[in-house]
């Protein structure tokens, strides 16, 4: 059993290392652990190519991107839904009341806490925040007050997480910035020790240890984004997930129910061509990262995997082939040859 556990994460990090040789991405650390305490993490590539390089090592740390949704922000909202702070089927206006006060009727002051968390809104998918000002008490005043643009059919949306990140901040009194991220996250990191991510025209250098999103790094906190960690630490959140969903955790029940046909609370679940492979069990949760992140578990086998690469240093716009190498990691780590 154990050499069919390495051997399933050696090949699945022979995928990876292939990638890097290949210069499609910089570097990439791998990471898999099952709920019997078993962990294996390998890293290769480089951490940074510039402005000097740096190799990569398990103990960089990333700019986890979008899962800051699931880590950080799925779980806190659910935890003050099983709290009874929050009713999930009532609007975000439960708790951020100026949210477009100046039109009741507006369909935005409809939104419920239910649909952000699931991608089920009217929302565009982005918005340049950033562009509008560089003030963040005046930025979040704009994404409460401006009309937004409706999209008839639900696409996955930053600013549902914006929004959530925002009702964190009401209910709390602290800016997302001064909330815990948990054990082992956090919200900047030494760039030393960092995977660098891109060379930002806007900010006029390659970004290392700040916040890549440009959103976030305006609002100066955000629930969409933001979070930084290494493979340890996001391991060990999956663990716990692992751990509570065997203990039966109200709030890791509500992770996997489903809400769409490929989402449930925050999370991604299985469908055609998404990122976990073609392999996964029915009730595998998962989700991704723009910087180049990804986590998925899998309850019904007991495991869970994290790839952590840095594919937009230094820039975004080359073909880095991430979803074909988070859909092949996947399946190797699941059993394909």
Known sequence: MTSDFSGRFDRAFAALKASVDEGRIPGGVLGLVDG????????????????????MTTETWF???????????????????????????????AVIPDFRQYDPNCWERQVT??????????????????????????????????????????????????????ALERISGKTVRDLDPGPGFAFSADPEKTAATERCNWRG??????????????LQGSGHAGLFGTVDAVLDHATGLLQRDVAGDPVVKRMREPLSEKRTHGWERPYEN????????????????????????????????????????????????????????????????
């Open 36 to 55: 019997e305490g078993r962990r294996l993490t390998q890293a290769c590539g480089a951490a940074a190519l510039e402005p000097e390089k740096r190799p």
């Open 63 to 93: 700019d986890l991107a979008s899962l800051t949704k699931v880590i950080f922000t799925t779980e806190r909202i659910l935890a003050l839904a099983g709290e009874g702070a929050v009713d999930l089927d009532e609007p975000l206006t």
């Open 113 to 166: 806490f239910r649909q952000c968390l699931g991608h089920q809104t009217p929302f565009p998918a982005v918005e340049p925040i950033y562009t509008y000002g560089g003030d963040p008490d005046r930025l979040r005043a704009f994404v409460l007050q401006r009309e937004w643009k409706r999209v008839e059919t639900p696409v996955y949306s930053d600013i549902n997480f914006i929004l959530l990140g925002i």
């Open 205 to 218: 250098r390659v970004i290392c240890g700040a916040v890549h999103d440009e959103n976030c790094h305006a």
């Open 274 to 337: 998404w990122h976990g492979g073609a392999l996964c069990s029915e009730g595998t949760i998962g989700h991704t990262g723009f910087t180049g992140t990804s986590l998925c578990v899998d309850f019904a086998r007991g495991h869970a995997w994290t790839l952590l690469t840095n594919r937009v240093h230094p820039s975004r716009h080359t073909d880095s082939g991430i979803m074909a190498l988070r859909r092949r990691v996947s399946d190797l780590i699941n059993g394909a040859e």
